[in-house]
Nanobody, 120 residues
Framework: QVQLVESGGDLVQAGGSLRLSCAAS????????MGWYRQALGKQRELVAS???????NYAESVQGRFTISRGNAKNTVYLQMRGLKPEDTAVYYC??????????????WGQGTQVTVSS
């Protein structure tokens, strides 16, 4: 059983900053990729930012230059530093991990989500 626990969502004014955290625990042998997705009300879930075990990062065009994804010293943690927040960034943010167990099986799992609300 693998769990992703997110934190850091909050209500913030436009132009403000937030840092989201996600910690993975459980039967993880290695993590292939971790990332953040978001889902605004009435919209589909979309990728915000991700990184692979090889060090590649990927950002949605809408957050490029404002958001930074990073890995914690504990390798099973990931952060999303968000700056210059805009009302359109309002959404539930979900942590995602693609990982392997010691048996070599690959799985994907999601966190429960954390609400980010940006007021204008």
């Amino acid at each position: 059983q693998v769990q992703l626990v997110e934190s850091g969502g909050d209500l913030v004014q436009a132009g403000g900053s937030l840092r989201l955290s996600c910690a993975a625990s459980g039967n993880i042998f290695s993590i292939n990729s971790m990332g953040w997705y978001r889902q605004a009300l009435g919209k589909q879930r979309e990728l915000v930012a991700s990184f692979t075990s090889g060090g590649e990062t990927n950002y949605a065009e809408s957050v490029q230059g404002r958001f930074t994804i990073s890995r914690g010293n504990a390798k099973n943690t990931v952060y999303l530093q968000m700056r210059g927040l805009k009302p359109e960034d309002t959404a539930v943010y979900y942590c995602n991990a693609l990982f392997r167990t010691i048996t070599g099986h690959e799985y994907q799992t999601w966190g429960q989500g954390t609400q980010v609300t940006v007021s204008s």
